[in-house]
């Protein structure tokens, strides 16, 4: 068998984030660019992503970020437009949440922009009844079973 000569295997990258935990500075869109928040994970380094200018567009997470960067649904993320492909993007950036924040709070993104959600979409469930997942028997029934 031949004799390991590096510093280690996969496990070693992994460990590696780059120092991402320190504040950066917040990165705002430029012409070509637009935000958008990140529908499904479709694999291979690809996303489907609904940008903040209501198109649904695939995008590719380029490799700078590969396996570096963990992109999820719900996520707020910076995309480069194509120019002869509009339904296409490459994904340049992703906001950390208190970024995603500050980005709603300048008015970058939009007040109907639902942020830490694991799901995107704005999918409006029983937002009224949050905390009412029990049923309530009367004694009455309780004797009947």
């Known amino acids: 068998m031949p004799?390991?000569?590096?510093?280690?295997?996969?496990?070693?990258?992994?460990?590696?984030?780059?120092?991402?935990?320190?504040?950066?500075?917040?990165?705002f869109k430029e012409d070509?660019?637009?935000?958008?928040?990140?529908?499904?994970?479709?694999?291979?380094g690809r996303c489907e992503a609904m940008c903040i200018d209501g198109t649904k567009r695939l995008c590719h997470i380029r490799g700078?970020?590969?396996?570096?960067?963990?992109?999820?649904?719900g996520?707020?993320?910076l995309v480069g437009l194509r120019d002869y492909q509009d339904d296409k993007a490459d994904v340049i950036l992703k906001y950390m949440p208190d970024e995603a924040r500050l980005l709603k709070a300048y008015g970058e993104l939009p007040e109907s922009t639902r942020?830490?959600?694991g799901i995107a979409g704005g999918l409006d469930e029983e937002d009224d009844g949050a905390g009412d997942d029990y049923i309530e028997f009367e004694d009455e029934d309780i004797d009947k079973i």
């Open 115 to 117: 942020l830490n959600e």
């Open 3 to 27: 004799k390991n000569k590096g510093k280690g295997g996969k496990n070693r990258k992994r460990g590696k984030n780059e120092a991402d935990d320190e504040k950066r500075e917040l990165v």
């Open 64 to 73: 700078k970020m590969h396996k570096k960067v963990w992109i999820a649904a």
């Open 32 to 44: 070509g660019q637009e935000y958008a928040q990140v529908m499904r994970m479709l694999g291979n």
């Open 75 to 77: 996520d707020i993320i």
